[in-house]
């Protein structure tokens, strides 16, 4: 089989147009067949906030209302997503920038109402989510084989004609295990650190290789805590569904992935 | 050669819910090949208004610098692309919505400076114009037998990372003369009125067929004049580089397209 990596992209990068121009350069040198997958950043924010659209906060999760649907459909599917693929063009990389609607490939199902501790039902709105079957692998594996980079937005749908909002994460995710009967897959998440830190501040403490028992062993020594737990539980059940490896660490070390020397890899 | 229909939308159906989306059923109902080229509508409009983003009007013609052009990628590119794309699939039309950037299948060239008649040099920002060259005519092929149905936005790329806002009705007009030598290609321009018309004012008098002979002729009989002469010149101009016929009427008459009855038929 062939390889084939799926690199999803935060806000982080997508709000730095430096370190952008930087990763798209990176991304276009990357030999072999790829995906990338970017998520918002502040543009999305500062355009409600310019157009006076609020939208609510329950538990600490965003409500996409009507309006921000709109917003997000904008500046995810629009503006970061055709500027991502102008960029990727410019150094050569055929990109083909898609939101899930395109070609059917995402279809997400519009998450159901939930009860929450008060009693109260809470609608989250027009938020997407995914399963193990959500993704077309064969209409993804034609593009790539018709010579296409497919760049993917946050934006899917639920085959009825509704746009939906997605975490990029789980699509990066359920993108990466559905290739995974196709190609040797890696799925790589470029995020702020280094990569999984045995010391949370210090920059050079990455812990180059994790698998499940040594997971085990992180967690319970209190090395992998908080935020990082959920992460890698993912990651590790992607694994567990066929995937080859995890790849995390920063965007400007990208180049080091084909030495197999990028971050942290979670392997089974 | 297989037939291929590439259809032109403006403004008057996508500001029109209604109208959208009975267009989106009969477009996906028209059987063979196919691909949509949309135009922008008032959306972009309202949304510059909404943020107090005002751009130059020189001769009729709007200046898109640097913040229209966001304005109009994200609602060009992101928001009615991708809501035609999801109506389209709700319709089991396989669409895939793209931006000339995608696969680099439009590059366009920045308008050069103009120099207007009181000696000013004008620069209309970043608008693309096209040449007979402009469309990768292999790469829309490839997405066309892979069983997709391509829906372009009017925002282009120069190649070098720089988004560029195009005309659609020319957009349509090149990709329809570059498709012709791959398929009997039918352009197809939905506007607001039922057809070429022998009477203004009668929406029943539309000129079924014409050939550049009557053409001559109903344009020194005056019968079609003004802002219908650049359109039809334009238009045999493209048939005389390839294309099978342009077909000009009404939306909502789009499935007589199959009975050859669509409004005004030119040929060669």
């Known amino acids: 089989m062939n390889s084939l990596y799926v690199i999803k992209i ?69 503006l970061i997503n055709k500027n991502i693929v102008a960029g990727l063009q410019s150094n050569h990389c055929n990109a083909i920038g898609l939101a899930g609607a395109d070609g059917n490939i995402i279809r997400a199902t519009k998450r159901p109402l939930k009860t929450i501790a008060d009693g109260r039902q809470i609608d989250y709105g027009f938020v997407g989510d995914l399963d193990d079957n959500s993704v077309d692998a064969q209409a993804i594996f034609k593009l790539v084989q018709a010579g296409f980079t497919p760049v993917f937005s946050a934006i899917t749908h639920d085959g009825n004609g509704q746009l939906l909002n997605t975490n990029a994460d789980t699509i990066a995710s359920v993108i990466a295990v559905s290739m ?89």
């Open 10 to 78: 935060g806000g982080n990068i997508i709000d730095d147009p430096i370190q952008l121009e930087s990763f798209l350069k990176d991304f276009s040198e990357l030999e072999g067949y790829k995906i990338l997958i970017h998520g918002g950043g502040k543009i999305a924010t500062k355009l409600s906030k310019d157009l006076g659209i609020s939208s609510e906060l329950i538990e600490g999760r965003r409500v996409t209302d009507a309006e921000s649907l709109k917003v997000v459909t904008m500046v995810y599917a629009g």
């Open 180 to 268: 995974s009967g196709l190609y040797t897959t890696s799925l790589v998440y470029c995020f702020e650190k280094s990569g999984v830190l045995r010391d949370v501040d210090n920059e050079g403490s990455v812990i180059k290789n994790i698998n499940p028992e040594e997971y085990k062993e992180l967690k319970n020594e209190g090395v992998i805590h908080s935020g990082m737990i959920p992460k890698l539980d993912n990651a590790f059940d992607a694994i567990s569904k066929g995937l080859n490896e995890v790849c995390i660490g920063k965007a400007d070390a990208l180049p080091e992935l084909k030495d197999k020397i990028f971050g942290t890899r979670l392997k089974s």
